[in-house]
Nanobody, 123 residues
């Protein structure tokens, strides 16, 4: 059973920080691109950040660049998203996902998805 489980979401004031974690089990994701997506009510799910295996490259949506940092620990089969300077528009359910290939910004590239964790940023 392949499983991704997100944690670390919660309620935070604007300007605050949260650290999301994604724990993987059932397989190793060391060769996968690991990404974070988010979905606000009534909105499409959007790309947030990704960490590719090749070259250890990171990618960020323009809306979070400079505020969010993605990291991964292959030994522990985990990925994290450090979110700083949070804004109310960051409020969404955040999903962890794994992609074997393809564009890191496209949902269709990702084969495995977690159930999501709620992040709420108050003004």
């Amino acid at each position: 059973q392949v499983r991704l489980v997100e944690s670390g979401g919660g309620l935070v004031q604007a300007g605050g920080s949260l650290r999301l974690s994604c724990a993987a089990s059932g397989r190793t994701f060391s060769a996968y691109t690991m990404g974070w997506f988010r979905q606000a009510p009534g909105k499409e799910r959007e790309f947030v950040a990704a960490f590719s295996w090749t070259g250890g490259s990171t990618y960020y949506a323009d809306s979070v660049k400079g505020r969010f940092t993605i990291s991964r620990d292959n030994a522990k089969n985990t990925v994290h998203l450090q979110m700083n300077s949070l804004k109310p528009e960051d409020t969404a359910v955040y999903y962890c996902a794994g992609a074997p290939r393809g564009s890191v910004t496209m949902e269709s590239s990702y084969d495995y998805w977690g159930q999501g964790t709620q992040v709420t940023v108050s003004s």
